[in-house]
């Protein structure tokens, strides 16, 4: 099982970045994908979650409206579309699959993080 993140970056505030995850060694349409952030000396949060039938959870009541997750079995990615970003999101972003969405613990695989820094 593998979970590659890629598209983190620098941005400044009020910019955009899409985050994708892509996924390989499992079926992947038979697992859930979430996003987590970790900022510096802070603990993991959980960002959303998105089922195999396109189910969403939101976990952080700050990126509501301003974040989207969505999937393509497809492809076998989830991507995490963010919109009018802020100095606060900045963080390692997470991707982990597992059978259901709920805290960090439930998750049985994690990508190794992509760096996302808002910045002026």
């Known amino acids: 099982v593998q979970l590659v993140e890629s598209g983190g970056g620098l941005v400044q505030p009020g910019g955009s970045l899409r985050l994708s995850c892509g996924a390989s060694?499992?079926?992947?349409?038979?697992?859930?994908i979430a996003w987590f952030r970790q900022a510096p000396g802070k603990e993991r949060e959980g960002v959303v979650c998105?089922?195999?039938?396109?189910?969403?959870?939101y976990y952080a009541d700050a990126v509501k409206g301003r974040f989207t997750i969505s999937r393509d079995n497809a492809k076998n990615t989830v991507y995490l579309q963010m919109n009018s970003l802020k100095p606060e999101d900045t963080a390692v972003y997470y991707c982990a699959t597992g059978i259901v969405c709920g805290a960090w613990d439930v998750y049985d695989y994690w990508g190794q993080g992509t760096q996302v820094t808002v910045s002026s």
């Open positions: 998105i089922t195999s039938s396109d189910s969403i959870t």
């Open positions: 060694g499992f079926t992947f349409d038979h697992y859930v």
